[in-house]
């Protein structure tokens, strides 16, 4: 090797380095930009209550959202707060929070009953029970996140689970609701009743499609984390034996995602089409004489599944539903793929090479055609983290650090979702929720706690 060679490459590792150090700088400098703006008012979540609303509550932020308390939410803002109380929190601030939370989960079970429905948001002057009886199974109510809240709460507070032993039993109506109305007994998947209020709003395997016909794969991994939180509290109130059937319930519905909803052509978890005709002697004159049409091979699977490229394939990591084999091409295959999921800002909503995809702004639906939301980048770096994608988890934090950054930075605020290439806020100034979630993601890039959801 000439002493100019060694120059060369001494001068090109020197400029790597340079390179590296000011990526690390700016990291850095948006970490602390994010957590200067989301300290200051992290308080702000706090809402006493009124009216409709018996218990104090977490508001997820923005005018928007305003004294209101929405399901999933909720849920993911309550973790946030915990990174936040984590990082900064006195003992007095942490103890002060509790009602806060669990006012949460306690607003919603206020109007628990019998029948298992539970509103999926409640206004300060909402009447969330006035719904036709013979209408309440034929539409959508809270996703399956309550019971996984009760828990983390219960786990955050040392695994005490009295606060919620009095309604216990509205909590296992609610799931005994979405087992009896809400899961197609063919597959065992649960389905939406209809495309309204489902959290993902337009993601086209349930967007305009015939009611109960998605079984969505989005739904189906909040469901399984659903069923665990409901063995964990259950043990925590003294109940295992209530706890073994909804662990039962999980591992039935873990065979039942894996059956259905995992592509092995393309390596993927999708949603799945349930709108199929009943197997039945249904006779037919249509060829100028009688048949009993398709009787000699009539069909012998229960869905079709929908190859649509949307973000909520990667929760069956999240949930730890999907093999070591499968997380493996789903990373390789999907999360690192440029031309599908993988953006500058982070990870695509629904993947660029669907004919779907679009950037257009719009706030009924809230636009998840394609965007780049701080949730999906949360949940997506959650499973990655957990199967040991530790580089790819890197990547994902430090992508959605300096997204946020920059919005605080020029704007002095987050946005509720932002263009995938540039990271250009596109809607709703003053969004905070889920996007103070990225706390979380710093918590675990600087190796300290970092706060889980249960």
């Known amino acids: 090797m000439t002493r100019k060679t060694t120059f060369l490459i001494l001068v090109l590792l020197a400029g790597s380095l340079s390179s590296y150090s000011q990526i690390k700088d700016s990291i850095t400098d948006y970490i602390s930009v994010i957590k200067t703006n989301v300290y200051k008012d992290y ?7 009124g009216g409709s609303l018996v218990y104090p509550f977490l508001t997820p932020g923005s005018n928007q959202y ?11 803002s309550n973790i946030a707060l915990r990174q936040i ?54 539409v959508n109510m809270h996703k399956p996140v309550l019971a996984q809240h009760a828990a983390f709460i219960t786990k955050t507070n040392g695994g005490d689970a009295e606060w919620i032993r009095e309604k216990f039993y509205h909590l296992q109506t609610f ?74 319930d999980a591992e039935n519905l873990k065979a039942a995602i894996q059956k259905n909803c995992w592509d092995e052509r393309d390596g993927f978890f999708y949603s799945v089409d349930l709108n199929l005709r009943p197997v039945a002697n249904v006779e037919d004159n249509t060829l100028g004489r009688s048949f009993i049409i398709h009787s000699g091979y009539p069909r012998d699977y229960d869905c079709l599944i929908q190859r649509i490229g949307a973000w909520s394939g990667f929760l069956a990591l999240w949930a730890g539903i999907a093999t070591p084999e499968q997380a493996e091409r789903i990373v390789k295959e999907h999360y690192s793929n440029t031309k599908t999921f993988n953006a500058p800002a982070g990870v695509r909503t629904l993947s660029k090479m669907e004919k779907m995809y679009s950037l257009r702004s719009s706030a009924n639906p809230s ?44 704007n002095g605020a987050l946005h509720e979702y932002y263009e995938p290439e540039t990271g250009v806020p596109m809607l709703n100034k003053g969004f905070q929720n889920w996007n103070y979630l990225v706390l979380n993601m710093v918590a675990w890039l600087e190796g300290k706690k970092a706060v889980e959801e249960f």
Not at 43 to 49: D, S, V
Not at 371 to 400: C, H, R
């Open 175 to 248: 799931v005994n609701n979405y087992k009896s109305h809400h899961r197609n007994k063919a597959t065992g998947l649960y389905y939406w009743q209809s495309d309204v209020a489902i959290g993902v709003d337009n993601d086209p395997a349930t967007f305009f499609r015939p009611n109960k016909s998605s079984a969505s794969i989005y739904l189906n991994c909040l469901m399984y984390k659903e069923l665990l939180a409901m063995v964990y509290l259950a043990d925590q109130l003294n109940l295992s034996n209530v706890g073994k059937e909804f662990a039962a």
């Open 367 to 410: 636009n998840w055609r394609g965007p780049i939301w701080g949730i999906s980048n949360y949940m997506v770096f959650k499973g990655l983290d957990k199967y040991g994608y530790t580089k790819e988890a890197n990547e994902l934090a430090q992508k959605t650090i300096s997204l946020f950054g920059k919005d605080f930075k020029k």
């Open 66 to 76: 305003d004294n209101v308390l929405w399901d999933w939410d909720s849920w993911l």
């Open 85 to 138: 109380l984590t990082d900064i929190g006195t003992a007095k601030d942490k103890e002060e929070a509790i009602k806060y939370e669990q006012g949460c989960v306690l607003n919603f079970l206020h109007y628990g009953d019998w029948d298992g429905y539970l509103p999926i948001v409640i206004w300060e002057d909402s009447k969330p029970r006035d719904i036709r009886p013979e209408n309440i199974y034929d």
């Open 43 to 49: 308080k702000k979540m706090y809402r006493k209550g």
